[in-house]
């Protein structure tokens, strides 16, 4: 095993009944970086943090975190978890909460320092059942780093949150990715993952269908975006040949188109809506990407 | 950047060993705060630790006793009254808690990050003896200031611990019904599973022929001989003490496994 890959995991398979969950699952986190696993719902994302974090076993393949077997305790020691949803006593307080999980790990931060850290010291003092759902994601953000973690993953964190509260998180992970740690990161929020991940790694039906950094996942599918105003519907225009997706996003047709196809397809467009405008052509952004791969992934 | 976020910056991944007074130090917390934490829920804390002593000193003054009675009557609804103050935090503490946290997901947080393996149930069956040793002292002080029993001390420090000790067979019933049933049916289960116990198990009165034999197959039962025994009371054991301590021990351990058994694969 390399000395920067924290988790290592090597043709791993997974079912539950006759459904695989996974299946030749590979992937690398390298210490230092954030990456992120995206896959539409079903892909196996959650299996495969399951099996990371030693809480299903593998049917076949190998996992190592930090080269030994997950769900160890030394290895429980080193890392930081997030769930989507998790329920937590609603009678303690903040604080209250945040003493508890720290006591697990050997220098885990006291509760005021995780508090300041992640920007919830208003919190230290509020039941936690009478916080909002957003406040709930920011205390349990603050329960994952507890225990300094080397590796944090986080299943959906910024689902809930407000607009200041994902910024805030979003400057955490940049400051914890500062000091050395790594991050598995979850989420829909294709954005999310355009703007923190060293690397991303797609999904689709229990394997990995494209992996690399931002801008190498974006280039493997040749694809350009087309914005327009335009009457046309996507309906209309999703048939033409070279055009994978066609969506209306502001008030504007936005087409991920193939490179080969590009020029056919900007010709179409003012051939067809005389009263087009607004045209505007760019390199396909994450998103085009991950609709792209993950609809070839489904044929 | 104030003083405690440098702090934060300037520390590095240390060691991962934990001391032994580290270690203890967990299972302190946790218990710490469920204590906290039952105390705070309005359906536990309060009606769990005045209810018992609260009924018993209702039914004293509603029925006092003739100086004539025996230790026998004396003691009978002084043990009804304890062993029903003791049943419920251990089973209604493992049993609808248990299942909400584990539905929904603070076991398996729990698991996945660095918590010892039993913390969290050893914290539970903690707050059930601490609501059971309050009940015990509490019930015992009053029966003896009221005249309703009169034990010596020895005798009454061996009923308290036999009452103390009785909290296990509960425990595990709890732990069993909140391993296994959905947060929503886990507080109905329980109370279906309670309840029946109090009647059939002849606890507060003798249990008509034709069914007293169901008495056999109610924990209560046996810990309600055991307890009358303790005080000198007339009792009634199935072969002598020690079978009633093998059956409550054998149900605990046998219901206690299959929970844990049952709380592996759930997870």
Same mark, same amino acid.
């Given at each position: 095993m390399a000395s920067?890959?924290?988790?290592?995991?090597?043709?791993?398979?997974?079912?539950?009944?006759?459904?695989?969950?996974?299946?030749?699952?590979?992937?690398?986190?390298?210490?230092?970086?954030?990456?992120?696993?995206?896959?539409?719902?079903?892909?196996?994302?959650?299996?495969?943090?399951?099996?990371?974090?030693?809480?299903?076993?593998?049917?076949?393949?190998?996992?190592?975190?930090?080269?030994?077997?997950?769900g160890s305790m030394d290895v429980r020691r080193r890392i930081g978890v997030m769930f989507q949803d998790v329920f937590l006593a609603p009678e303690l307080l903040v604080h209250e909460h945040l003493t508890i999980f720290s006591s697990y790990y050997p220098n885990g931060y006291s509760a005021d320092e995780i508090l300041e850290f992640t920007h919830t010291t208003a919190l230290r003092n509020r039941k936690y059942g009478v916080l909002s759902g957003g406040q709930k994601r920011q205390v349990q953000f603050a329960i994952a780093l507890c225990?300094?973690?080397?590796?944090?993953?986080?299943?959906?964190?910024?689902?809930?949150?407000?607009?200041?509260?994902?910024?805030?998180?979003?400057?955490t992970l940049r400051q914890l990715i500062q000091q050395g740690c790594s991050i598995l990161l979850t989420t829909h929020y294709l954005e999310e993952a355009?703007?923190?991940?060293?690397?991303?790694?797609?999904?689709?039906?229990?394997?990995?269908?494209?992996?690399g950094t931002v801008k190498e996942v974006t280039q493997t599918i040749s694809t350009r975006r087309?914005?327009?105003?335009?009457?046309?519907?996507?309906?209309?225009?999703?048939?033409?040949?070279?055009?994978?997706?066609?969506?209306?996003?502001?008030?504007?047709?936005?087409?991920?188109?193939?490179?080969?196809?590009?020029?056919?397809?900007?010709?179409?467009?003012?051939?067809?809506?005389?009263?087009l405008v607004d045209l505007q052509v760019s390199q396909a952004g994450l998103a085009d990407a991950f609709l792209k791969i993950t609809k070839e992934s489904r044929q | 950047m104030n003083p405690t976020a440098a702090a934060v910056e300037k520390r590095s991944f240390g060691s991962v060993h934990m001391s032994n007074y580290q270690l203890l130090r967990i299972y302190f917390i946790e218990a710490k705060f469920e204590f906290i934490r039952s105390l705070r829920n309005p359906g536990f804390g309060m009606p769990f630790l005045i209810m018992p002593v609260g009924l018993f000193l209702l039914f004293i003054t509603l029925?006092?006793?003739?100086? #004539?009675? @025996?230790? *026998?009557?004396?003691?009978?609804?002084? +043990?009804?009254?304890?062993?029903?103050?003791i049943m419920g935090p251990g089973m209604y503490g493992f049993g609808a808690i248990l299942a909400g946290e584990r539905q929904y997901g603070l076991l398996r947080l729990k698991q996945a990050l660095a918590m010892p393996a039993g913390a969290h149930l050893l914290a539970k069956f903690c707050v059930a003896l601490i609501y059971a040793a309050v009940t015990i002292v509490a019930m015992i002080v009053a029966a003896e200031l009221l005249g309703r029993i009169s034990l010596t001390f020895p005798q009454a420090v061996l009923v308290g611990l036999t009452l103390l000790l009785g909290v296990?067979?509960?425990?595990?019933?709890?732990?069993?019904?909140? #391993?296994? @049933?959905? *947060?929503?049916?886990?507080?109905?289960? +329980?109370?279906?599973?309670?309840?029946?116990?109090?009647?059939l198990s002849g606890l507060f009165f003798p249990m008509p022929p034709s069914i007293s034999w169901l008495a056999l197959f109610m924990p209560p039962f046996y810990l309600n001989q055991l307890v009358l025994a303790a005080g000198g009371a007339e009792h009634m054991f199935i072969g002598n003490g020690y079978v009633h301590v093998v059956v409550l021990a054998t149900f605990t351990l046998l219901l206690s496994w299959s929970a844990a058994r049952s709380m592996a694969r759930g997870s």
């Amino acid at each position: 095993m390399a000395s920067e890959d924290l988790v290592e995991i090597k043709d791993v398979y997974k079912s539950f009944g006759d459904t695989r969950a996974l299946d030749g699952f590979d992937m690398t986190v390298r210490s230092g970086e954030l990456l992120a696993l995206l896959g539409e719902n079903g892909a196996g994302k959650t299996t495969a943090i399951s099996l990371m974090l030693g809480l299903e076993p593998a049917d076949a393949g190998q996992i190592h975190l930090f080269g030994e077997r997950p769900g160890s305790m030394d290895v429980r020691r080193r890392i930081g978890v997030m769930f989507q949803d998790v329920f937590l006593a609603p009678e303690l307080l903040v604080h209250e909460h945040l003493t508890i999980f720290s006591s697990y790990y050997p220098n885990g931060y006291s509760a005021d320092e995780i508090l300041e850290f992640t920007h919830t010291t208003a919190l230290r003092n509020r039941k936690y059942g009478v916080l909002s759902g957003g406040q709930k994601r920011q205390v349990q953000f603050a329960i994952a780093l507890c225990g300094r973690p080397q590796l944090l993953f986080l299943d959906e964190p910024t689902v809930g949150l407000d607009v200041q509260a994902r910024k805030d998180l979003w400057a955490t992970l940049r400051q914890l990715i500062q000091q050395g740690c790594s991050i598995l990161l979850t989420t829909h929020y294709l954005e999310e993952a355009e703007a923190l991940a060293d690397r991303i790694v797609v999904l689709a039906k229990g394997r990995v269908v494209s992996s690399g950094t931002v801008k190498e996942v974006t280039q493997t599918i040749s694809t350009r975006r087309i914005t327009c105003v335009s009457q046309l519907t996507p309906e209309e225009v999703t048939t033409w040949p070279g055009v994978s997706t066609a969506v209306v996003e502001d008030g504007k047709l936005v087409l991920a188109v193939a490179h080969t196809e590009l020029e056919t397809t900007v010709r179409r467009l003012l051939a067809a809506d005389s009263t087009l405008v607004d045209l505007q052509v760019s390199q396909a952004g994450l998103a085009d990407a991950f609709l792209k791969i993950t609809k070839e992934s489904r044929q | 950047m104030n003083p405690t976020a440098a702090a934060v910056e300037k520390r590095s991944f240390g060691s991962v060993h934990m001391s032994n007074y580290q270690l203890l130090r967990i299972y302190f917390i946790e218990a710490k705060f469920e204590f906290i934490r039952s105390l705070r829920n309005p359906g536990f804390g309060m009606p769990f630790l005045i209810m018992p002593v609260g009924l018993f000193l209702l039914f004293i003054t509603l029925s006092p006793l003739p100086e #004539s009675a @025996t230790p *026998a009557q004396r003691m009978f609804l002084f +043990t009804g009254m304890a062993i029903l103050g003791i049943m419920g935090p251990g089973m209604y503490g493992f049993g609808a808690i248990l299942a909400g946290e584990r539905q929904y997901g603070l076991l398996r947080l729990k698991q996945a990050l660095a918590m010892p393996a039993g913390a969290h149930l050893l914290a539970k069956f903690c707050v059930a003896l601490i609501y059971a040793a309050v009940t015990i002292v509490a019930m015992i002080v009053a029966a003896e200031l009221l005249g309703r029993i009169s034990l010596t001390f020895p005798q009454a420090v061996l009923v308290g611990l036999t009452l103390l000790l009785g909290v296990l067979p509960f425990c595990a019933i709890g732990f069993a019904i909140g #391993s296994r @049933t959905s *947060a929503h049916l886990a507080a109905g289960v +329980t109370t279906v599973v309670y309840m029946p116990q109090l009647y059939l198990s002849g606890l507060f009165f003798p249990m008509p022929p034709s069914i007293s034999w169901l008495a056999l197959f109610m924990p209560p039962f046996y810990l309600n001989q055991l307890v009358l025994a303790a005080g000198g009371a007339e009792h009634m054991f199935i072969g002598n003490g020690y079978v009633h301590v093998v059956v409550l021990a054998t149900f605990t351990l046998l219901l206690s496994w299959s929970a844990a058994r049952s709380m592996a694969r759930g997870s």
